[in-house]
């Protein structure tokens, strides 16, 4: 919190996100590199670094008027000079377009719930799933054969499927997807492109029964799908809790509370 005070201080009204173009950061951070945002919006793990355990990200301050060049590496781990306004995506397609389509190991990282694996292959991973196609794993594929339909329900035990899994199925579907969490065991229900079905009545049944709303997903790949309805919120009141979490599409998350 430290840059941020100083930012403050400094009277910088917007700040940005910069991350190392390298093969050693993951597809989550780099969606975010060169994302700016207004310091009143500040918030780390959601629009500021770090988004996960070792990430390398950093902040500087945003001007609008702000060009360049900037350091990265090839895809033989060579220092070379790229644009300064270069996405993320542009240097990984320059660069490392050759390794993502020959599926061979390219070292960048990518999450998968709280795991880091240094080999990329973009099977069950929400973003690359959403962006290029990619399967989903064999445990996620197995818990969307049980969720064929809008309703379909599934339980399964707790440690067999994560919010970072139902990312994947909504990247996979385009369906929203909701997780109850009651003991060992979670309850996964499948929606549609809009909403799931379960209002407060069948919320406040559910909370009876003991469960939690672990959580649930939106569409899409932009952080405005992460804002809850006031559907969700309603339902969050029936379970008597104070904040729950949504996923979007590429494995962000928002977290919301019964104000919003």
Not at 69 to 78: M, N, P, V
Not at 112 to 130: A, F, H, K, L, W
Not at 173 to 178: K, N, Q, R, V
Not at 187 to 200: K, T
Request: proline residues 3%; glycine residues 10%; contains cysteine.
């Amino acid at each position: 919190m430290g840059l941020k005070d100083g930012f403050g201080e400094l009277g910088v009204e917007e700040f940005q996100v910069l991350e190392t173009f390298d093969s050693a950061t993951c597809t989550l951070c780099g969606k975010f590199d060169g994302e700016h945002f207004p310091m009143s919006k500040f918030e780390v793990g959601v629009n500021a670094p770090p988004f996960h355990p070792n990430c390398r990200g950093c902040i500087s301050p945003w001007f609008e008027d702000e060009t360049g060049e900037r350091f990265a590496r090839d895809a033989e781990d060579k220092a070379v000079k790229v644009a300064g306004d270069m996405t993320f995506e542009q240097w990984r397609e320059k660069f490392l377009k050759k390794d993502l389509q020959n599926g061979e190991e390219s070292g960048i990282l990518t999450i998968m719930g709280s795991q880091i694996e240094n080999r990329y292959t973009g099977v069950g991973v929400p973003s690359d799933i959403y962006k290029y196609g990619k399967p989903l794993n064999n445990r996620q594929q197995a818990l969307l054969d049980k969720l064929p339909e809008y309703d379909s329900r599934a339980v399964v035990g707790k440690d067999d499927v994560s919010m970072t899994d139902l990312a994947a199925l909504t990247a996979k579907t385009g369906d929203e997807f909701a997780m109850f969490t009651r003991g060992s065991e979670r309850l996964v229900v499948r929606g549609d492109e809009r909403h799931v079905g379960i209002d407060f009545k069948s919320a406040a049944e559910f909370s009876t029964q003991g469960y939690k709303w672990s959580g649930h997903t939106h569409p899409g790949d932009s952080m405005i799908v992460l804002l809850s309805s006031e559907g969700d919120r309603e339902v969050l009141k029936a379970f008597n809790q104070d904040t729950s979490v949504i996923y979007n599409s590429v494995g962000l998350r928002q977290t919301f509370t019964k104000d919003g």
